[in-house]
């Protein structure tokens, strides 16, 4: 039972880009999807959740309007959706399931994936 995340890179203030999860043994539309995310020396915070079947999707403030997270059940992917990147989103970016959504985050979380490294850097 396993979440892969991909899709990080380095891009300059302003730039984009798409965050992949990708699920490897169990169907991941049975679980809400949070995406998290942990800065050097900062504690890891929510960033988005998106429920079982995508209908529902909650931000933190500091993404709003920005980021966009989405999911293909058919492809056992969840998608983050990153825009106009700020050094401030510079972080190692997790999702991880659970039943569903509190907020921007899972009530309860489970099978975190590695990490996808995100820096935003001019």
């Known amino acids: 039972l396993q979440l892969v995340e991909s899709g990080g890179g380095l891009v300059q203030p302003g730039g984009s880009l798409r965050l992949s999860c990708a699920a490897s043994?169990?169907?991941?539309?049975?679980?809400?999807i949070g995406w998290f995310r942990q800065a050097p020396g900062k504690e890891r915070e929510g960033v988005a959740c998106?429920?079982?079947?995508?209908?529902?999707?909650n931000y933190a403030d500091s993404v709003k309007r920005r980021f966009t997270v989405s999911r293909e059940n058919a492809k056992n992917t969840v998608y983050l959706q990153m825009n106009s990147l700020k050094p401030e989103d510079t972080a190692v970016y997790y999702c991880?399931?659970?039943?569903?959504?509190?907020?921007?985050?899972?009530?309860?979380?489970?099978?975190w994936g590695q990490g996808t490294q995100v820096t935003v850097s001019s």
């Open positions: 991880a399931r659970g039943p569903v959504c509190s907020g921007y985050v899972p009530n309860f979380t489970s099978s």
């Open positions: 043994g169990f169907t991941l539309n049975y679980y809400a």
């Open positions: 998106i429920s079982r079947s995508g209908g529902t999707s």
